[in-house]
């Protein structure tokens, strides 16, 4: 079955940067869309950015310009680069697998998510 494991979280300073990794196993589908969601106790939980089967991709309007979304297909993993970090972006992040990107928000396939904290 797939499994997603994500990692790289961590405490930084408010312009810091992170970069999240997403290892990806058990992955049978030809092709596939991912993305990076958020969530906090206060707020439903927000799609970040997400990276399609054709390598397209798109972003949260607040996190575009600072997050960039990518796939090492050789090694399956899925990163999320961010920098220019804000104590807004504190959050436990997921990342998720679907077919379809138009579904992503409802995957199929979900990590156990890892954990950014910004604050000074």
């Known amino acids: 079955q797939v499994q997603l494991v994500e990692s790289g979280g961590g405490s930084v300073q408010p312009g810091g940067s992170l970069r999240l990794s997403c290892a990806a196993s058990?992955?049978?589908?030809?092709?596939?869309?991912m993305g990076w969601f958020r969530q906090t106790p206060e707020k439903e939980r927000e799609r970040v950015a997400v990276f399609g089967p054709d390598g397209s991709t798109s972003y949260a309007v607040s996190v575009q310009g600072r997050f960039t979304i990518s796939n090492d297909n050789a090694k399956n993993t899925l990163y999320l680069q961010m920098n220019s970090l804000k104590p807004e972006d504190t959050a436990m992040y997921y990342c998720?697998?679907?077919?379809?990107?138009?579904?992503?928000?409802?995957?199929?396939?979900w990590g156990q998510g890892t954990q950014v904290t910004v604050s000074s």
């Open positions: 998720a697998l679907d077919l379809y990107c138009y579904r992503i928000s409802t995957a199929k396939h």
């Open positions: 058990g992955v049978t589908y030809n092709s596939y869309c």
